[in-house]
Structures are given as structure tokens and as C-alpha cells.
């Protein structure tokens, strides 16, 4: 096992920001802690490091405890949101600062740096200074540091939250291209579902210092645990019990399980039409139920039969599948 946390609670004084949490990571993977600000995630990710001891629990890497460890004992590399780059150093010499406080020979450090240089794409940026690189860039030079020790597990908290929405996206493929070649043991943080999903093996999602449910992204979406993961994981509807059964329990719907009609069939719900949003390859019909709560329904940019539809018609609505807790 790559990363073993067990029963693992940290307080500040009378807030518990991680209860009694146990997570495994298995080696070589790569896995993401997703959920709200303050949930715990990355007081968790600090405490895997070394950065926080934890009040109760303990905590192994590579089968070794390292709950007692110091930071540098743990062999980890830690990549924060913000690049902390030297900014007088160049960016040969940043990726290399970390085998030179090891006592590296330069003959050594310019090879393993010359390597990082090429695995992280800026074989010609080794003169560069940070000022001189996008934010893209300087956030690859800073995993390129944090794997220039070789370390046992790679932390990331938040690594792109700082860059813009396409180059978070272009780092997120390349990040899942780089830890399927270094192979080293990865956990990121992250509050963005979509960034989970794509770079994470298993994604853990976090609530008030608590794993609600880790698994695949696709476990995670289509097999919610709770309600929690339910609303936290892609956009939900909730219809009230009295409306779709007898069973006192209300109904969670994806957007993209409601049907829309333009006349009661079965066991469908009354509803008014109150907008459509074109999103490209699909619409979105913001509906209005008749106790005066709101929905979406996500629906195929080729449906033909709503043609001709107006703001304040009265429409009917079934859900295809949902999920009751």
C-alpha cells in the first residue's frame, strides 16, 4: 500500500478539522480528495506530509509508519497551489535546489535535472527565470522540483486553482500523462469535480473532516453514497416524495434523467417551462413545479418535438432514474 491512514483525527482547538478519517492508497495510483472549502482535505494532505501531526490516529508510507516522522524522513514531495518558485533562481537551478541541500555532485544534478527538464516539456527553458515562464509552466516547474528528490508519494494541494480555466485543463491531461510515467504514488486535492474526474484513479470525497465515499469517478457519480455526494458531485434535483411515490423519501434526479413532455403521460408531474438555455450540443430547460420549486432537465439539442415551445407553457416532466436515500 502506498499511503495507509488510520483513525486519524486533527483539532484546532475546539473545531475538529479531520474526525477519525482511514484512507488507503494503493501504490503507483493517483488519487484526488474532492469536496468544499474547510472540509479537511488539505489539513489531511498535511498531515500525510508531515507539515501537521495528527491528534489521534496514525499514518504509513510504502509499509513504513511515518506518523512520528519529520517532513524530510518521509521522502514526499509537496507541490502547493501557489508556485513558490525562487524567483531570483533560474529554472534549471530551481527544479535542482532540492539535490543540492542533498549534497548531490553537479555532474549528478545536471543530468537528473536535464531528465525532469524533458518529462515536464521545457527543455528549453532551463535559462528562463519564473518571471520569464507562463503560470502554466511555472506550475510545471514546481512538480519538476518536487520530483527531482525521487520522492516515496507526490502531494498536491490545489496545484492549478491559480491558472485559468484552459490551462488547468491542459495541465490536468498532462498531469495524468506524468504520473503514468513516473508511476510515483500520487494524492491531490482539489474542490473541482471535474479535475477529479479526470485525473483521479479513485476520488475520496470529503465533508466535515469525514470520507462520505471514495471509489471511481464513475461509482462516485452514477452510485452516490449519501446525499451529500449526491448534491456535491454534478448538478441533482430533488423532488419531494408526494410528487413521484408513497414511500416518504425524496427523489434525486440528474438533470439529464428528466424527461420532458408536452402532455401528461402516466405517471409524469405538471410543470411551466420558465426558460431554455442553448448550451451548444445541448439545452437546458429551467422548469418551474407546481408547489413553486425549481428544476433543470438537460436535454439533446435535437429535440424536434419541442419546437416552437414558449417561456410560461405548460409541460410535464418524468424522471428516467434517480436515487433515494
Not at 229 to 255: I, K, T
Amino acid at each position: 500500500m502506498g499511503i495507509r491512514v488510520s483513525g486519524v483525527t486533527k483539532r484546532f482547538g475546539s473545531a475538529t478539522a479531520v474526525d477519525n478519517l482511514s484512507l488507503d492508497v494503493e501504490t503507483n495510483s493517483l488519487v484526488a480528495l474532492l469536496g468544499p472549502s474547510g472540509c479537511g482535505k488539505s489539513t489531511l494532505l498535511r498531515m500525510i506530509a508531515g507539515l501537521d501531526n495528527p491528534d489521534e490516529g496514525r499514518i504509513w508510507i510504502n509499509g513504513e509508519e511515518a506518523t512520528g516522522r519529520s517532513v524530510q524522513d518521509r521522502q514526499v514531495g509537496f507541490v502547493f497551489q501557489h508556485f513558490a518558485l525562487f524567483k531570483h533562481r533560474t529554472v534549471r537551478d530551481n527544479i535542482g535546489f532540492g539535490l543540492e541541500l542533498r549534497g548531490w555532485k553537479k555532474d549528478a544534478i545536471r543530468r537528473r535535472v536535464d531528465e525532469l527538464l524533458n518529462l515536464v516539456q521545457l527543455q528549453d527553458y532551463g535559462s528562463r527565470f519564473p518571471s520569464q515562464l507562463s503560470g502554466g509552466q511555472r506550475q510545471r516547474v514546481s512538480l519538476a522540483r518536487a520530483l527531482a528528490v525521487q520522492p516515496r508519494v507526490l502531494l498536491l494541494d490545489e496545484p492549478f486553482s491559480a491558472l485559468d480555466a484552459k490551462v488547468r485543463k491542459e495541465l490536468r491531461g498532462w498531469l495524468r500523462n506524468l504520473q503514468e510515467e513516473t508511476k510515483v504514488t500520487t494524492v491531490i486535492v482539489t474542490h473541482d469535480q471535474e479535475e477529479a474526474f479526470e485525473v483521479a484513479d479513485k476520488i475520496a470525497v470529503i465533508n466535515k473532516g469525514r470520507i462520505e465515499q471514495i471509489g471511481t469517478a464513475s461509482e462516485i457519480y452514477d452510485h452516490p453514497a449519501t446525499p451529500f455526494v449526491m448534491n456535491f458531485v454534478g448538478e441533482v434535483n430533488v423532488l419531494p416524495s408526494e410528487l413521484h411515490s408513497h414511500s416518504g423519501a425524496d427523489l434525486f434526479v440528474r438533470p439529464h434523467d428528466i424527461e420532458l413532455l408536452r402532455d401528461a403521460n402516466g405517471d409524469s408531474v405538471p410543470a411551466v417551462l420558465r426558460r431554455v438555455t442553448h448550451l451548444g450540443k445541448e439545452l437546458v430547460a429551467e422548469l418551474q413545479l407546481e408547489n413553486g420549486q425549481k428544476l433543470n432537465a438537460q436535454l439533446p439539442r435535437d429535440r424536434r418535438d419541442l419546437d416552437g415551445l414558449q417561456n410560461g407553457d405548460r409541460v410535464h416532466i418524468r424522471p428516467r432514474a434517480g436515487h433515494q436515500f
